[in-house]
């Protein structure tokens, strides 16, 4: 699976970070490392940002998706940043996760993201 399903993935959507994802909600994360990530030959910043969805380090995921610039992709790693944050009483984190990720948001009219971090109540 691993080389050919990264080969799948070199295209705007779906992109190898929202099938990370998919397996971190899943609670697969271990297996998306071992089967696809640790034999992938191609060492790119998708990757990175994919272990670090597997591995939690949301807001890492974020930094470097935001480095290869794409820019929705790295706004939905800041907002399950920020919920994760919140989720362990990091206000401050949180806040700064929101406050990167919300002006994406508004600006395209996703009203329903925007939602998400009100709910969040967090500054």
């Not at 597997?54 to 470097?64: S, T, W």
């Not at 401050?92 to 709910?119: L, S, T």
Request: glycine content about 6%; hydrophobic content about 50%.
């Amino acid at each position: 699976m691993g080389p050919a399903m990264v080969a799948g993935l070199c295209t705007p959507f779906p992109t190898l970070t929202a099938v990370a994802w998919v397996f971190r909600d899943l609670g697969r994360e271990q297996e998306l490392c071992e089967l696809v990530l640790d034999p992938d030959p191609i060492k790119s910043p998708w990757n990175e940002a994919s272990r670090a969805i597997c591995e939690g380090d949301l807001a890492r995921a974020a930094d470097i998706i935001d480095e290869v610039g794409h820019t929705a992709a790295a706004a939905y790693a800041r907002l399950r940043a920020a919920k994760a944050f919140a989720a362990v009483g990091q206000q401050h984190e949180a806040a700064a996760q929101r406050a990167q990720a919300e002006p994406f948001y508004q600006k395209v009219g996703a009203a329903r993201f925007v939602r998400d971090f009100e709910r969040l109540a967090i500054p």
